[in-house]
Each structure stands twice: as structure tokens, then as C-alpha cells.
């Protein structure tokens, strides 16, 4: 699989080493895997939804965790532009989808659709000569998917558009092409589609204290007043969350950005979180307390907003994550420091620091 054009870019960037932060972990609930507490009640507590990424790996145990612990899953590729359809001449192959209906459905969980437009996984066919042609096209491909899955109550409709050099729009692709015109049609011909769904843009490096993020907030934050002002039909931000040891969080920013966004009437969504431990010590109990220490202090400062009503881990487990997986991930651990521990469950999919972290965190948030 190979890892989004837009994370590679971050190796041409300068990232802040290091976090040089003291942790430590509560020792709260420890217990067997059937009387953990479970993170999706946890946060329905508390308004908030919990979720997961999620491939269909058949493994038991894995299943189990997705299961018991998410109230949402997200196909974490199978939903993208050109899997559903990849050329003009091949019919539209829905096949691996409705399976993740049939497992959302058997688990009381809900889907969320990610995504019907990514710049860097474009569906070719459908760009016409045209804006009138493309409009056509595409919009044939949002009402086609969006109308079939009426179980799908939210949607990335466009994901990542920001840029990170000039953080305006992207300037490829549809977007690039047509600018806020394009995103509009999407936004409208999804409502349209499904009119029961919560619409939302999703875009990344909105979390750190380094300028990049911050130059993104602000753009991300200009595109949601032009949407708004255009009268788009726009329900979230997704944030999508991928945390990284290099690149030290700013929680206090990224709530100044939900606010934000809060005031424009929409609500955030934290919607692909991990923590990448990329530059964290070998020692693995040390690693998992400062991974658990990004996790609280990340959650803890987002969630204080009410406008967050959602967390979708990216995945939940290390026995299927793509930073480990995806072995071109531009932010690999050194050699010889042993593999990444990114996610909430190790690889047997028992419980990690983290865990306990965010069952913390979800259980002690002000209730929305
Ligand atoms: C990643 C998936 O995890 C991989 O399986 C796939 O190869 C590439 O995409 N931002 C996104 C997600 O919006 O769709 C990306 O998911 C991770 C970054």
C-alpha cells in the first residue's frame, strides 16, 4: 500500500525533535480483556463516539477489540475514490463495502464514509473537458456511492485540501482546478445524496506548535468562512489526528481551531488519531508512558471543547496499523529500536498504556 503523497512531503520539513516531557501513568483499571472497560460506552457517557479504522483482517481477537470498543468504523482505504471505481470502463465494485455494512450492522455500529474526493487518489474518469462535464461526472459518483450507502450517516466528502507550502487550497486535481466552485458541488450534490448525513472536510497538521501547523490552521480555518460564506452545506472539520514525537502537539491551538470552527456552527471531529513514537527511547515501558502522555494530553485538550463529538483512532490496535505496516511511512523508527507502538492495543491486541489513557480521558470529559 503506498503511504499518501501528502505524508512523504514531511521529510523535506523541518520537524521540532524531541518532547522532553515527565509522565507518568495512573494504574486504573487492569483487568482481562472481557471486563476492560469499554471505550465506546465510556464515551457515550459523554456525547462522544467512539471508532476505529478498520480492513475486514479476519483475526479473532483484533475483531473482537473493533467490536466491543468502537461505535463507529471507518473503512480505512476500501472506500476511496478508486477502489469503488478506477476507470471509466470497469463497472462500479461495491463488493468489499457491503461487507463493512454487514459487520457495522451486526456490531450496532456506524459507518463513517471516508472519502469521496482525495487529490491524491483521483479517479481520472471522472474529470470532463469541462466544468459542466465534470460536475456530471463526479457528481454521478457522489450521488452513485453516498445514495447506495444510506446507512453512511457521515461523510469526508473532500479530504485534505490544504496545501502545506502555501496553505491555500491545493492547486491539483479538481480543486486545483476549480477552487471553492468544486468543493461547493461536492458539499451540495452529497447533501442532495444523502440528507439525512453530516458532511465534513478532513485535512491534517492542524495539531502541532510548529509554524506548519500553524500556518495550516489558518488556512484550514479561511476555507471553512468561504464554505460557511457560500452557504456550503458543511457539518465538521475532521482533524484528522495523526500525532507525531517529532512534531510536539499544541492542544491549546488546536482548541483555538475547534473554537473557531465552533463558531462557524460546525462541529469537530478527531478523526484518524495515532501517535507516531517515531523519535520515543527503545525501552518499551518508557515508550508506552509517553505515548500514553500524547495521547491524554492531546485528547484532554481537544475534549474540552463540546463542539468534539467524535474519536476515531487510525487504527485502534497495532496488529493492523498502517505505521507499521506501511513500510514507506515517512516517519520510521531508527534501526535496531524496534518496531512502532502507535495505537491503544500492542500486537497480541492486549491493552497498552494508552489504553488505560484514553478510557481516562473519555470517562473524565465534561459531557456534551
Ligand atoms: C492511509 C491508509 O491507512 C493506508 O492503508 C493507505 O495505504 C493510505 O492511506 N490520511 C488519510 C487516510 O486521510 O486516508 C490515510 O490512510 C492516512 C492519512
Given at each position: ?20 516531557v515527565a509522565?507518568?501513568?495512573?494504574a ?23 471508532g ?13 477489540v ?43 455500529q ?24 465534470t ?33 491555500k ?11 471553492y ?9 452529497a ?15 492542524v ?13 484550514v480555518?479561511?476555507?471553512?468562512k ?8 458543511l ?37 484518524e ?13 518508557e ?16 475534549l474540552?471543547?463540546?463542539a ?47 489504553f488505560?489513557?484514553?478510557a481516562?480521558v ?5 459531557p456534551?
Amino acid at each position: 500500500m503506498k503511504p499518501p503523497g501528502s505524508l512523504s512531503a514531511v521529510t523535506r520539513r523541518r520537524a521540532v525533535a524531541g518532547m522532553g516531557v515527565a509522565l507518568c501513568m495512573p494504574a486504573v483499571w487492569r483487568a482481562r480483556a472481557d471486563s476492560l472497560p469499554v471505550l465506546r460506552d465510556l464515551g457515550a457517557a459523554n456525547g462522544i463516539e467512539v471508532g476505529s479504522a478498520f480492513s475486514l483482517d479476519p483475526d479473532p481477537k483484533y475483531r473482537a477489540v473493533i467490536a466491543r470498543h468502537c461505535a463507529v468504523i471507518t473503512p480505512e482505504w476500501q472506500m476511496k475514490p478508486p477502489q469503488i471505481k478506477p476507470d471509466a470502463e470497469s463497472p462500479y465494485n461495491f463488493s468489499i463495502v457491503d461487507r463493512f455494512m454487514e459487520f457495522a450492522a451486526q456490531h450496532r455500529q456506524a459507518i463513517h464514509g471516508h472519502t469521496l474526493y482525495w487529490a491524491h487518489l483521483p479517479i481520472d474518469w471522472a474529470v470532463g473537458a469541462t466544468f459542466e462535464e465534470t460536475k456530471r461526472l463526479y457528481g454521478g459518483f457522489i450521488r452513485t456511492v453516498a445514495g447506495r450507502y444510506r446507512q453512511v450517516d457521515t461523510w469526508d466528502v473532500l479530504n485534505e485540501l490544504i496545501d502545506d507550502d502555501s496553505w491555500k487550497l491545493r492547486t491539483d486535481y479538481l480543486v486545483g482546478q476549480y477552487g471553492y466552485d468544486f468543493i461547493d458541488f461536492c458539499l451540495r450534490t452529497a447533501r442532495e445524496a444523502a440528507p439525512h448525513a453530516r458532511l465534513a472536510v478532513n485535512d491534517y497538521w492542524v495539531e502541532c506548535a510548529a509554524q506548519l501547523c500553524e500556518g495550516k490552521r489558518a488556512g484550514v480555518l479561511d476555507m471553512l468562512k468561504r464554505l460557511k460564506a457560500m452557504g456550503s452545506p458543511l457539518d465538521a472539520l475532521g482533524i484528522q489526528s495523526h500525532l507525531y514525537s517529532r512534531m510536539p502537539i499544541d492542544p491549546d491551538a488546536t482548541f483555538g481551531l475547534i473554537n473557531e470552527a465552533a463558531g462557524l456552527g460546525l462541529e469537530s471531529w478527531i478523526s484518524e488519531l495515532d501517535v507516531n513514537d517515531s523519535t520515543l527511547p527503545a525501552d518499551i515501558a518508557e515508550r508506552d508512558a509517553q505515548v500514553a502522555d500524547i495521547y491524554t494530553r492531546y485528547l484532554t485538550g481537544t475534549l474540552r471543547h463540546p463542539a468534539v463529538t467524535r474519536v476515531i483512532f487510525w487504527g485502534i490496535s497495532d496488529y493492523y496499523n498502517w505505521v507499521l505496516y506501511d513500510k514507506e511511512h515517512w516517519d520510521q523508527r531508527p534501526p535496531e529500536t524496534g518496531d512502532a507502538r502507535p495505537a491503544l492495543f500492542d500486537t497480541a491486541n492486549d491493552p497498552k498504556p494508552a489504553f488505560y489513557a484514553v478510557a481516562r480521558v473519555l470517562a473524565e470529559a465534561r459531557p456534551r
